[in-house]
């Protein structure tokens, strides 16, 4: 009886050490690109993940703010420069269903058998714009974009969408087999002075390291959303 006993303590513990390990060498990995405890943990869980399936530290960038020149910043998840263009992604973690069209300015969860029902801006839209304050962050004429917004969670999409072109809805389990397509089906991008554009990048993600943007903007969030309740 002991010896079992001895023998399910030793399992105990080996599993124990194999969980600590695995946490301190992915604490490791993803200091590599961003600090462990900023962003939200989907974003985190994103960012090792790319890591893992082989992408460079130095072509990720995480949870940017950029300026858009009349005093407010853009965040952005999650930006990935590839060879053939820049990857956009948003994050979202949601659980339940999903409803919402490729237009419709709000989507709706439910929870609950439908006794529970929240509203979030469109994240196709949200990806859209940040695309779009990218561009302006720099003369990106000749590199191509693509919008990836990531589904974490036990949540399902109960609309078929008719989604924009370099465009695409993914939940997190499929990720990656995702952004590898769009490496494999695109033609490499012309970035002309690549370093400059990771240098705007990098200056972006190092905006979010400052405490007075960062409440700025969230003050403006904040405004934005009760103007919208106002309204509404």
């Known amino acids: 009886m002991n010896l079992y006993l001895l023998f399910f303590v030793f399992v105990l513990l080996s599993i124990a050490v194999f969980y600590v390990y695995t946490e301190i060498q992915d604490q490791k990995l993803l200091k590599t690109v961003t600090n462990v405890n900023r962003g939200t943990r989907s974003e985190r869980k994103m960012v090792l993940r790319l890591l893992k399936s082989g992408i460079k530290p130095t072509a990720i960038f995480h949870d940017l703010y950029l300026h858009n020149g009349n005093g407010t ?3 952005i998840d999650l930006v990935v420069a590839t060879k053939v263009g820049i990857v956009v992604f948003e994050i979202k973690e949601y659980s339940g269903w999903i ?3 490729e237009n419709q300015k709000n989507w709706t969860q439910i929870l609950a ?4 029902k929240y509203q979030f801006y469109n994240p196709i839209l949200q990806n859209k714009k940040h695309v779009e304050d990218l561009k ?3 003369h990106f004429d000749n590199i191509p974009f693509f919008s990836l917004i990531v589904f974490f969670g ?3 999409l109960k609309k078929t969408l008719d989604l924009p072109r370099h465009t695409f809805l993914i939940k997190s389990s499929k990720v990656i087999d995702r952004f590898n397509e769009i490496i494999q089906n695109n033609q490499p991008a012309n970035y002309g002075d690549k370093w400059e554009i990771v240098n705007l ?6 905006n979010g390291e400052n405490s007075i943007i960062v409440e700025k903007h969230i003050e403006n969030i904040e405004k934005l959303k009760n103007r919208y309740k106002f309204f509404n």
Request: proline share 0%.
């Open 113 to 116: 058998y439908g006794k529970q």
């Open 154 to 156: 036990n949540c399902k």
């Open 136 to 138: 302006k962050f720099y």
């Open 99 to 101: 409803f919402g069209t």
């Open 73 to 75: 910043y853009c965040q």
């Open 201 to 206: 990048l990098k200056q972006a993600v190092r």
